[in-house]
């Protein structure tokens, strides 16, 4: 048979794979007490692809430091370090 390996496994439905990751809080787990706002290179862990900042349940960060992180981002972006609007800011 043409295109059929010797040993191929092959199923009628594909085999579900679920690789399911805890999420955690970053600042938590390595016990970072503060967000620098002068630092934009970490922060845009943070936001998405329009400036946007990222929801809790996709960074994985609690409250306390999810409240942090928008704070840095709001001081950043007022001093012009982060544009506040952008196109493809990754």
């Given amino acids: 048979m043409a295109g059929k390996k010797e040993g191929e496994i092959r199923y009628l439905n594909p085999p579900t794979v679920e690789v ?3 999420k955690y809080c970053r600042f938590q787990k390595y016990g970072i007490k ?3 706002y002068k630092d934009p290179d970490y922060l845009l862990a943070f936001i998405n ?3 946007k900042l990222l ?3 996709l960074t994985g960060t609690s ?3 999810q409240r942090k992180v928008a704070q840095a981002v709001k001081r950043a972006r007022h001093l012009a370090i982060m544009p506040y609007v952008a ?4």
């Fill in 63 to 65: 409250l306390k430091y």
């Fill in 34 to 36: 503060f967000i620098d």
């Fill in 55 to 57: 929801p809790r349940r």
């Fill in 49 to 51: 692809e329009q400036g």
């Fill in 87 to 90: 196109d493809l800011l990754k």
């Fill in 20 to 22: 399911t990751r805890d």
